[in-house]
């Protein structure tokens, strides 16, 4: 990780607000915030902390109301996403994001490779679909559809789904949340590997205190704004965590 110069998104007074009839919910209230490229952040919070507004910003799912956010790419690049057209917000998810949610949304009627080949077929440089679910260990259920699938191999082919069109960020929303213990540790020591091997920036939104503790930083949020930084001394293996 290289957290002095090489800046992937920058945000400054990052806020979003939301009207409910007659109330104005503020779900993020001036946000400032930097995720260094190749490290592995988890953003802690409460239901309502702001958590998911955020990820879904930075990943182009949903636009301030106000603030900037800017992201360079892997060329150096830099995106100044507050301004960008919708063209241009479906571009950048196409390319440079990968998403993992608590629902792993595969189509029931393709096989393991076939969810995974959606993705790459509309990507510039992806990995084979093979290769993807090699890396989330799946290698010998390519051929499987989704209901012949546990829950956490059905999340893990949502992983090599994401990285497989090798994203400069792999944004995880609650991707445990739907999983037993050990099965969750599973799918950690799958994006843990995808960072670690290669290079890939993963942010890890969750409730689960625990979780932080195999990050380089964990980001707590609190009723919309960032609350505490903590730096991990060392990123503890998932197989080392318990909750």
Sequence with gaps: MDNGTDEVFTTRGLTRLYRMGEVTIRALQGVDLVLYRGELVVMLGASGSGKSTLLNILGGLDSPSDGEVHYRDGAGQEHDLTRASQRQLTRFRRHHVGFVFQFYNLISSLTARENVAIVTDISQDP??????????????????????????????????????????????????????????????????????????????????????????????LRDGRVDEIHTNARRRPPGELRW
């Design 127 to 220: 990995m084979p679909p093979e290769a993807a679910l090699a890396l989330v260990g799946l290698a010998e259920r390519l051929d499987h559809f989704p209901s012949q699938l546990s829950g956490g191999e059905q999340q893990r082919v949502a992983i090599a789904r994401a990285v497989a069109k090798q994203p400069d960020v792999l944004l995880c929303d609650e991707p445990t949340g739907a999983l037993d213990f050990r099965t969750g540790i599973r799918v950690l020591e799958v994006l843990e590997r995808v960072n670690r091997e290669t290079g890939t920036t993963v942010a890890i939104i969750t409730h689960n205190e625990v979780i932080g503790e195999m990050a380089d930083r964990v980001i707590r």
